[in-house]
T-cell receptor, first 115, second 114 residues
């Protein structure tokens, strides 16, 4: 069964600095996908970035990049040049077991950007 | 604009009452999902539906029921059998290809049992 672990309940970062949010996973599937979502205080979930298990390049989307280390089963999110609007909960998620069309989520990390 | 609409945003219920949360999407997505979010526990899957008139139980389906009579609608009923229904409920949809595509979420419904 899939398992997603986010060990940082809360993180602080100075505005304009970079921050790394940790995510480790466990799966027996050879093919899988990893996702990161942002949840501001309004409650909606905003998709940030996706990494496929066979993608050789680390995914990047603007200020977001995914540090994918397959052998270590980690998929850390790096946010560069943090902005006050980045303050939110961040969730790592994994696509379900082969044939399943759903996502499993970690417990999240609350990021606070300090002016 | 295309998106997912959940209603109501806030809902209060007395113990023993059933309540239904609405979820409508105009993205023409095949798959729809219901997740429950509790503090410190992330999101947990209640039910999902990949096509009309078909749905599957997720990890915490007990005490919940769904229907999928139309492609754009996936209502969730929280029954009196759900022992701890106070939570934040999120509806999502996808084009059915989670290999590369993501889930699109509504803004959520917060249910409080009095």
């Amino acid at each position: 069964a899939q398992k997603i672990t986010q060990t940082q309940p809360g993180m602080f970062v100075q505005e304009k600095e970079a921050v790394t949010l940790d995510c480790t996973y466990d799966t027996s599937d050879q093919s899988y996908g990893l996702f990161w979502y942002k949840q501001p205080s309004s409650g909606e979930m905003i998709f940030l970035i996706y990494q496929g298990s066979y993608d050789e390049q680390n995914a990047t989307e603007g200020r977001y990049s995914l540090n994918f280390q397959k052998a270590r089963k980690s998929a850390n999110l790096v946010i560069s040049a943090s902005q006050l609007g980045d303050s939110a909960m961040y969730f790592c998620a994994m696509r379900g077991e082969t044939g399943a069309n759903n996502l499993f989520f970690g417990t999240g990390t609350r990021l606070t950007v300090i002016p | 604009d295309g998106g997912i609409t959940q209603s109501p945003k806030y809902l209060f219920r007395k113990e023993g009452q059933n309540v239904t949360l609405s979820c409508e999407q105009n993205l023409n997505h095949d798959a729809m999902y219901w997740y429950r979010q509790d503090p410190g526990q992330g999101l947990r899957l209640i039910y999902y539906s990949q096509i009309v008139n078909d749905f599957q139980k997720g990890d915490i389906a007990e005490g919940y029921s769904v229907s999928r009579e139309k492609k754009e609608s996936f209502p969730l009923t929280v029954t009196s059998a759900q022992k701890n229904p106070t939570a934040f409920y999120l509806c999502a949809s996808s084009d059915g290809h989670l290999n590369t595509g993501e889930l699109f979420f509504g803004e959520g419904s917060r249910l409080t049992v009095l």
